[in-house]
């Protein structure tokens, strides 16, 4: 696990074997000791290369081990090896391609130089796992970049290009070549020099004026934007402990906040999340077809139709992947404008041409529909593409809940129709929804879930129903946010307890920024509202159940939100950001209350929460129940990357466990009894059987969804 080699006569190279990243695995570490103490004891040996087999340096500590406390005690620990590289009586060299991250990095910070590819990336991502960096680069780093530059690194966990590194004196030298080659001829020139400087150990870190008042103001800093996650606010505490004690004070510090992060609930989460993301690009259809049977028709060139907000992020997202793109928008003045808006996004045409003709499709690998959510005229637009398109041509849809099989029928072409549910901004958003319908086919799936990743989105393979997942389980969330409103609560109210769980945005905020129109469009064509309610139906039901007009009567009254400068707060113009209070919401809801009957009560952030996320979550059980997503892991990424939720909470199915699934089920049965009226709240049979079968941890789920009728 770690390759031994000696060149030139009197160097050493010790190279991390670990494919496909060279992790820092129990076996690893042993390689490594030993050859460190081998290069110590050679005689002959007059320095030392370190690099990564074939490639990468080193991405850091196993990820794997972290759940099993008996790898992780087992093999020499990471800070006695670093200790023994930075001890080392002969110069050590880290020769660094492709990327040195977290203990890699930290193993290069314990050698005395640092020789870098061009194209390498570096950094200390531990925070994104719920830690810190914990095997002395919380030390050392401050001491060699200062603490500003240290700082910024270990709390936003950022991957540093080469270049940048250079400049902030992270890596002493640079090379287009072999970096293994250049880093040999350099540690023979270093042999026999003084080292004492070179150990970062060694050094004190740069002096900062008014230091106590840099991290008071680092730590408010760190808390604003933690959303509260604990390992930022760690990172700078390890930091200041790097400014302000001697090394092996730090180390003693950084050892003790990375024992007390290590076994967090916030760090289980973060791990997860990262399995997560990369099980997604495993993916499976009903038909049996899998990520690692289906080979997938390569796409290079794409047409997306209608250039709204939507439109063009797509367009800019396609390009940046590097396919050539055809942009069909039959509304000329738009036309002009979203040329100019995608030139602006891609600084430059990257590889788009304009057209107003639909015809313009023809030659397209894949076709993205992206015009409003109108059933009809998708319809129109399905049909047309079914003849204009050559034979092959994936046929995609963005819509955000409307039925892939209705417009798949309007064609010729079924197993080749799908859709790409894309996020705002789309080329920003992280989360794509690859939604089948029974008639695509499994190399469509295929097809669609690599452009994903060449586009670098988390793709998520879902089945067909109303809103597919993200959306369907954000229903009853806003649901209970809008009853909770009639009830007696604020939207600062809502807001504060969400954004205090971790979300960016309370659900009222969020909906002023989306936009309040587009669900109120959705309830009309669901005949919730509008010209197709007859005026003696009961306006706080619907179907038997309960139902807020509020949603509706907002909309009735202008206020869409941010776009026209009033929603569910005030904004000081229309398009502006910054929410505030507004007394008229506060009489419109007293109003209403009134007119309806309906007695405010104090409502408590627990309440707040209970209701929204365990509704939410139980809609996740009836998304597994029904098979339109593969698995829980599946639906945590989709909220993860899709919606905000926190990262160190795991994702909505994730915190279930977590909380304990005969929690949720007995807060969603009290909620049940006292609104009766609102399904929602009902506990499905999938969470009660998981219950009754003992609660089995989250990976074990799918064994008691078995034998459910599945989709996918
Ligand atoms: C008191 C206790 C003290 C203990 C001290 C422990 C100290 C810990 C410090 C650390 O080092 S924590 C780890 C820090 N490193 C990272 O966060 C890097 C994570 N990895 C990445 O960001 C990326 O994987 C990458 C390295 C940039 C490569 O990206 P790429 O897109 O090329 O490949 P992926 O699909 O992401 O990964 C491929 C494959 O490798 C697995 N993997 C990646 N990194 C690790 C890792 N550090 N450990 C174990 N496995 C890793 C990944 O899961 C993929 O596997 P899969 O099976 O294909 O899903």
């Known amino acids: 696990m770690a390759q031994y080699r000696i060149v030139s006569g009197s160097v050493a190279v010790i190279s991390i074997q670990n494919p496909p990243v060279n992790a820092l695995s129990a076996a690893v570490r042993e390689g490594l000791l030993l050859s460190v103490r081998a290069a110590a004891s050679d005689p002959l040996v007059r320095s030392v290369v370190i690099s990564g087999h074939n490639g990468p340096f080193c991405g850091g500590a196993d990820i794997k081990e972290f759940g099993n406390v008996s790898h992780l005690e087992s093999g020499p620990h990471l800070v006695e090896i670093f200790e023994s590289v930075e001890a080392l009586a002969k110069p050590v060299v880290a020769a660094i391609e492709g990327f040195a991250l977290g203990g890699g990095l930290e193993l290069a910070l314990a050698c005395h130089y640092r020789f870098g590819h ?30 500003r530059a240290a700082l910024d690194m270990i709390v936003t966990g950022r991957h540093v290009a080469a270049g940048e590194a250079l400049k902030l004196g992270l890596l002493d030298r640079l090379t287009d070549g072999n970096t293994v080659d250049a880093a040999v001829r350099f540690a023979q020139s270093a042999e026999g020099k003084p080292l004492d400087d070179r150990r970062l150990g060694n050094r004190p870190c740069p002096p900062l004026e008014n230091i106590d008042a840099f991290f008071e103001e680092a730590l408010i800093h760190a808390r604003g934007r933690a959303r509260g996650a604990a390992a930022p606010l760690a990172c700078v505490q390890a930091v200041r402990g790097a400014a302000t004690l001697p090394f092996l004070k730090g180390m003693e510090l950084e050892k003790r906040l990375m024992e007390t992060l290590m076994t967090s609930g916030q760090a289980q989460a973060s791990r997860y999340c990262f399995f997560t993301e990369r099980g997604a690009a495993r993916w499976t259809t009903p038909t049996g077809a899998r990520w690692d049977t289906c080979r997938a028709r390569p796409i290079s060139t794409a047409a997306v139709i209608g250039l709204g907000t939507m439109g063009r992020g797509i367009t800019v997202a396609l390009a940046r992947a590097g396919l050539s793109v055809v942009a069909v928008e039959t509304q000329e003045h738009q ?38 959510e109108d059933m009809a005229v998708k319809e129109e637009i399905f049909k047309q593409l079914s003849s204009v398109c050559k034979p092959g041509a994936l046929l995609a849809t963005n819509t955000s809940s409307l039925d892939i099989d209705r417009l798949a029928s ?21 989360l794509l929804e690859v939604v ?36 369907r389980m954000l229903k009853p969330y806003l649901e209970q946010a809008y009853f909770l409103l009639e009830e007696g609560a604020s939207p600062e109210l809502v807001d504060a307890a969400l954004e205090e769980f971790g979300f960016p945005m309370g659900v009222f905020k969020m909906s002023d920024l989306s936009g309040l129109d587009i669900g109120w469009r959705v309830r009309k064509e669901e005949g919730l509202t509008g010209p197709g309610v007859t005026a003696d139906q009961p306006m706080r039901t619907r179907r038997g159940r309960r139902y807020s007009p509020l949603g509706d009567l907002m909309c009735e009254e202008g206020r869409y939100g941010q776009k026209t400068g009033r929603g569910w707060y005030l904004y000081d113009r229309p398009g502006a950001r910054v929410a505030r209070s507004d007394p008229w919401l506060r009489s419109f809801l007293e109003e209403y209350r ?9 409502i408590d952030q627990q309440e707040v929460l209970e209701r929204c996320l365990y509704a939410l979550i139980n809609e996740g059980f009836r998304v597994l129940e029904d098979g339109v997503a593969a698995s829980p892991q599946n639906i945590d990424a989709i909220y993860v990357f899709g919606y905000g939720w926190p990262k160190h909470r795991g994702g909505p199915m994730f915190y279930a466990a977590q909380v304990g699934l005969a929690r949720v089920l007995e807060g969603l049965e009290k909620y049940h009894k006292a609104h009766p009226d609102s399904p929602h709240l009902q506990p499905c049979s999938l969470l009660r059987r998981l219950v009754a079968s003992g609660s089995p941890p989250i990976h074990k789920w799918s064994e008691v969804v078995k034998g459910h009728r599945s989709q996918l």
């Open 335 to 372: 036309l002009d404008e979203a040329q100019r808006a995608v030139s602006r996004m891609l600084k430059g045409g990257g590889g788009v041409s304009y057209s107003a003709d639909l015809q313009a499709a023809a030659g397209a690998d894949l076709v993205v529909e992206a015009v409003f």
């Open 594 to 602: 009134e007119r309806h009957g309906l007695l405010a009560r104090r």
């Open 118 to 147: 061009s194209e390498a990336r570096v950094g200390l991502p531990e925070v994104s796992l719920g830690l810190l960096p914990g095997a002395g680069g919380s030390q050392r780093l401050p001491r060699l970049l200062g603490v």
């Open 410 to 430: 309007c064609t010729l072409r079924p197993e080749q129709v799908l859709g790409l549910h894309f996020f705002a901004p789309a080329h920003v958003m992280r």
């Open 436 to 471: 089948s319908g029974p008639r695509t086919s499994p190399q469509t799936v295929a097809a669609a879930m690599q452009l994903g990743r060449r586009m670098g989105k988390v793709s998520v393979a879902v089945g067909n129903c109303p809103g597919f997942v993200g959306n």
